[in-house]
């Protein structure tokens, strides 16, 4: 193939919005000429695609931290210029596209709580997908809402098609015996069962310092109190951890109904989407135990974790 020539077409076609009939008789070639030319100039990189994503990344910062903390992935976001934004609202868009892009057949995803997970899930695209299955990873709370795992898991499924596994259970009962009860009933059993199939978990990160663990009905002054004596400075779905990444054995945990670190750690694709200066140090802690292998995150937060 004439390079010359290969050039020239793709300029009068890309930047000139000339027709390929208009290219092939000013040439005097053919239509399937000009067509055969146009895809031979991709493959040679004569072309290259430039796509302007709905969002601007911080590819540098991204790099760092990818290689500091040894991840699969990482997702830093630029807060837009000029514009006072909910950092959750904004993480959820980022988060929302990527799984929009990302191959969700034949695959079991384990979804989160909480508002950031909410947010995703409100700005997925409806799509059409092949045998996926969306399992709660913890139980429900006791707050009704976009945040609740039954909803997220609800309306997931309705955009993506999907079938889901619902935990109908509290997430925190009274003792550790009723937790037992509920894990060995049929429920639990389905669940515990879906929980090791998962392929991909999405999950956000509460930071303890801001009284964000659970929700207010669930959790009482005195043992959230109790919790940050023991060091906790942030939970992922319930389950607490100190600055260095260490998980906590706490009164609480083991009245918490959902999914076991041991278990959460087993899943190949472990997803954070958490930002802000208030999440940062929380950020920070659990990138430090190893757990999860994908992290989005905002400029703000990736700046305190360099």
């Known amino acids: 193939m004439d390079q010359l020539l290969a050039r020239q077409v793709c300029f009068m076609y890309y930047e000139k919005d000339m027709t390929q009939r208009e290219i092939a008789d000013r040439f005097n070639l053919s239509k399937m000429g000009i067509s055969r030319m146009l895809q031979k ?18 590819e540098e910062f991204q790099k760092q931290i990818k290689r500091n903390y040894n991840l699969k992935e990482v997702i830093v976001v630029k807060q837009p210029p000029s514009k006072v934004t909910d950092v959750r609202a904004l993480l959820g868009r980022v988060r929302a596209f990527y799984m929009g892009i990302s191959s ?15 947010h995703i899930v409100n700005d997925l695209v409806p799509m059409r997908t092949k045998n996926l299955h969306i399992v709660q990873l913890m139980g429900g709370l006791a707050d009704v809402g976009e945040q609740n795992p ?28 009723m937790k037992d009860s509920i894990y060995n009933s049929s429920m639990g059993y389905q669940t515990r069962d879906t929980w090791k199939k998962c392929k991909k978990a999405l999950f956000g990160v509460g930071a303890i310092e801001k009284g964000t663990l659970l929700s207010p009905k669930l959790v009482s002054i005195d043992e959230l109190q109790k919790i940050k004596q023991l ?16 998980f906590l054995d706490t009164d609480f945990e083991k009245r918490l109904v959902s999914i076991p670190i041991h278990m959460l750690r087993n899943i190949p694709e472990r997803i954070a ?23 989005v995150t905002d400029e703000v937060a990736a700046r305190k974790l360099l």
């Not at 802690?285 to 757990?291: E, F, H, W």
Request: net charge neutral.
């Open 150 to 177: 039954f909803t997220i898991v609800q309306e997931t499924c309705r955009k993506l098609q999907a079938q889901g596994t619902y935990f109908t259970s509290f997430a925190l009962v009274e003792n550790e015996r």
């Open 104 to 118: 969700l057949d034949d695959c079991v995803v384990g979804m989160g709580v909480g508002k950031t997970i909410g």
């Open 231 to 246: 060091g906790a400075i942030g939970d992922i779905l319930g389950h607490c951890f100190d600055k260095s990444g260490n």
């Open 273 to 295: 989407v958490a930002g802000g200066e208030s999440k940062a140090q929380a950020v920070q802690g659990l990138l430090r135990s190893g757990l999860i292998t994908v992290l």
């Open 41 to 58: 100039a991709k493959e040679l990189k004569i072309i290259r695609t430039v796509i302007s994503l709905p969002f601007e990344l911080n």
